[in-house]
Nanobody, 120 residues
Framework: MVQLVETGGDSVQAGGSLRLSCKAS?????MGWFRQVPGKDREGIAS???????NYADSVKGRFTISRHSSDNIMYLQMNSLKPEDTAVYYC?????????????????WGQGTQVTVSL
């Protein structure tokens, strides 16, 4: 059983920055970030492998950066140039088999979520 805890969500103005953190109770090879707004499906936004390879959704590419420190079981999401459409609950996720393509079916463990609100 793996427990994931996200922190760092806040209310910011458009153009601002925020960094989210995710701490895992144990080491997990495949990790990533998802987000969800009311009435919409949960959306994969970034994934990372232990070798440093990263994959981003087009909606955040060039603005968000995913990273991890495997020795500490910690993953980060640096969010820059935030837009109102980035407003969502952000979830840390981990998979036993893979999360490179950010498929919901691959997620085995979810964090509790942290709210990010971007205002004009």
């Amino acid at each position: 059983m793996v427990q994931l805890v996200e922190t760092g969500g806040d209310s910011v103005q458009a153009g601002g920055s925020l960094r989210l953190s995710c701490k895992a109770s144990t080491y997990v090879y495949y990790m990533g970030w998802f987000r969800q707004v009311p009435g919409k499906d949960r959306e994969g936004i970034a994934s990372i492998l232990v070798n440093g390879s990263t994959n981003y959704a087009d909606s955040v590419k060039g603005r968000f950066t995913i990273s991890r420190h495997s020795s500490d079981n910690i993953m980060y999401l640096q969010m820059n140039s935030l837009k109102p459409e980035d407003t969502a609950v952000y979830y840390c996720a981990a998979g036993r088999s893979g999360l490179w393509w950010l498929q919901l079916s691959e997620v085995n463990y979810w964090g509790q979520g942290t709210q990010v609100t971007v205002s004009l």
